[in-house]
């Protein structure tokens, strides 16, 4: 049973990148797209970007400027990058495997169980 | 961007009730719709694909319909297990993007 499992500070400066690991077990992260999403406290979600195994990436418009995601197959992993944060960027932070439908695009069916980013100085 | 809305925004049941959460999107969808079950600090689980396809395992008392702007989620009667923040999302088109959720709590 694949899992999911998300690393990385839990504190971040503002105006620093924050960068987060997610490590997939008990599966390949070969063939599938891989997302990252975020919940700041006590509010709803929001798609920050996928990435699929090979490479190729798609990211929400409104953080573009400021996300990487990045894939390392043979850790079986991938990451996310995002830089000159501010305190809006203070979220829960999950990684997420997608299951793409036909003809459209993905949603989430397996999770991660999150990890807290706090943006403060 | 698609924006997804939610109502209610919160809904206050009893078990053994049934529940209905709906969904609207501000344009045509088509069946590319997930229903997501969240509890306080646990991520999100997958309930619902393409508006009325039950994820495996996901019990059979939810159960999901709609197409083009209008969806529903039902839980045909509500148990203990099921008191929890449902959100709605959207994949025919980019960026996906989430409803605001309905809780649903103890009456």
């Known amino acids: 049973q694949v899992q999911l499992q998300e690393s990385g500070p839990g504190l971040v400066k503002p105006s620093e990148t924050l960068s987060l690991t997610c490590t997939v077990s008990?599966?390949?992260?070969?063939?599938?797209?891989w997302s990252w999403i975020r919940q700041p406290p006590g509010k709803g979600l929001e798609w920050i970007g996928y990435?699929?195994?090979?490479?190729?990436?798609n990211y929400n418009p409104s953080l573009k400027s400021r996300v990487t995601i990045s894939v390392d197959t043979s850790k079986n992993q991938f990451s996310l990058k995002l830089s000159s944060v501010t305190a809006a960027d203070t979220a829960v932070y999950y990684c997420?495997?997608?299951?793409?439908?036909?003809?459209?695009?993905?949603?989430?069916?397996?999770w991660g169980k999150g990890t807290t980013v706090t943006v403060s100085s | 961007d698609i924006q997804m809305t939610q109502s209610p925004s919160t809904l206050s049941a009893s078990v053994g009730d049934r529940v209905t959460i709906t969904c609207r999107a501000s344009?045509?969808?088509?069946?590319?719709l997930a229903w997501y079950q969240q509890k306080p600090g646990k991520a999100p689980k997958l309930l619902i694909y393409?508006?009325?396809s039950l994820e495996s395992g996901v019990p059979s008392r939810f159960s999901g319909s709609g197409s083009g702007t209008e969806f529903t989620l039902t839980i045909s009667s509500l148990q203990p297990d099921d008191f929890a923040t449902y959100y709605c999302?959207?994949?025919?088109?980019?960026?996906?993007?989430f409803g605001p959720g309905t809780k649903v709590d103890i009456k």
């Open positions: 997420a495997r997608d299951r793409v439908g036909y003809g459209s695009g993905s949603y989430m069916d397996v």
């Open positions: 008990g599966g390949s992260i070969s063939s599938y797209y």
């Open positions: 990435i699929y195994y090979s490479g190729s990436t």
């Open positions: 344009q045509s969808i088509s069946s590319w």
């Open positions: 393409k508006a009325s």
């Open positions: 999302q959207q994949y025919n088109s980019y960026p996906f993007t």
